[in-house]
């Protein structure tokens, strides 16, 4: 018995846990409905970066099906597939946001609950650097997951693609809180990169604890790795206009060595945060004013300005 005893706690080591949010239907799913009314908004613009469709065997080419198109405006089914390691860039019309809850879905086109492709994620506030959520990965690491095979959305948190068809995978701004070079409130690009799921230190992608993120591989068709469907934006944030759509209001120069002339013909109320989201000044002004950042570092600071109508943001450039 004692000897049964022991090879049962050893066993009981290869048995992967199940932590995170069930399918959608299922009671503690975090799953969003294409047509949910919390979605104010659809991603606008995307860029693509095709990966191989066998990362074992680059010269077979690169993933082709669908087209940087099918990958924006509101989830339909039609999708751009990356193949193994590629990646996307999606655009918004107006930024991002931090509010309660999720901010921001991501869409997947998977045909069944159980058969998951997946993808990190990540955010930037300027579109240079990105910053990324804590992907967790409980799947086993053997056996190797294969086209024919299925999973389980519970063994994964903060991948893109771990629901079906229809249902977005939500992600909240306010994991990333007080990351520095990042803010929250004005999310202006997301990045989405595929998973290669080969259990295997040569090929494989590793989660943010090292362990090796078991997902179908190979997938060597035109199809192949994660299928973006589309990202809907459930917080939306400030929109970053530009200089010239407002022609009462002008920042100059940008970028400079922090001296920033702001001419208005109009009184309001203007702030000034580090794209971590601290405030360094907030003020009432009239008409012209200067902003004098000399003191604080190279970089890029939001300037929020206030008329009692609308509110408009910049990015002030320090050099």
Not at 8 to 29: D, H, K, N, R
Not at 126 to 140: M, T
Not at 193 to 211: A, E, L
Not at 296 to 304: A, F, S, T
Request: hydrophobic letters at 40%; one cysteine or more; glycine letters at 10%.
């Amino acid at each position: 018995m004692k000897i049964i005893f022991i090879l049962l706690l050893l066993l009981s080591g290869f048995v992967s846990a199940q932590s995170f949010a069930p399918l959608p239907g299922e009671a503690g799913s975090t799953a969003i409905y294409k047509d949910s009314s919390i979605i104010a908004a659809w991603a606008t613009g995307v860029s693509v970066q095709r990966g191989p469709l066998d990362i074992a065997q680059p010269g077979n080419g690169d993933a082709t099906f669908g087209t940087e198109a099918d990958g924006i405006g509101a989830a339909d089914g039609n999708v751009v597939s990356f193949g193994d390691g590629g990646s996307a860039i999606v655009t918004f019309d107006t930024p991002i946001a931090n509010g309660p809850g999720p901010d921001f879905a991501v869409f997947e086109n998977g045909f069944a609950d159980n058969y998951i492709e997946l993808a990190f994620v990540e955010v930037s506030s300027d579109g240079v650097n990105f910053f990324r959520f804590e992907a967790l990965s409980e799947a086993p690491e053997s056996p190797q997951y294969w086209n024919g095979s299925f999973s389980d959305c519970r063994y994964f948190n903060n991948l893109a693609g771990k629901y079906r068809a229809n249902y977005g995978t939500p992600f909240d701004l306010q994991e990333l809180s007080g990351e520095f070079g990042l803010n929250i409130n004005s999310i202006t690009h997301v990045k989405l990169i595929d998973v290669v799921g080969f259990v295997d230190p040569t090929y494989g992608t590793q989660d943010s604890q090292g362990n090796y993120i078991n997902d179908p591989y190979p997938t060597a068709f035109p199809s192949g790795g994660f299928d973006l469907d589309a990202v809907a934006v459930i917080h939306q944030g400030v929109q970053d206009i530009a200089e010239n759509t407002i022609p009462k209001l002008f920042v100059y120069p940008n970028p400079s060595n922090g001296n920033f002339t702001i001419k208005s013909s109009e009184n309001g109320i203007y702030t000034i945060t580090s794209t971590a989201g601290q405030v360094i000044v907030s003020a009432a002004f009239s008409t012209d004013f200067n902003v004098d950042l000399s003191n604080y570092p190279k970089g890029i600071y939001i300037l929020q300005v206030n008329n009692g109508i609308q509110i408009v943001t910049y990015r002030l450039i320090k050099i």
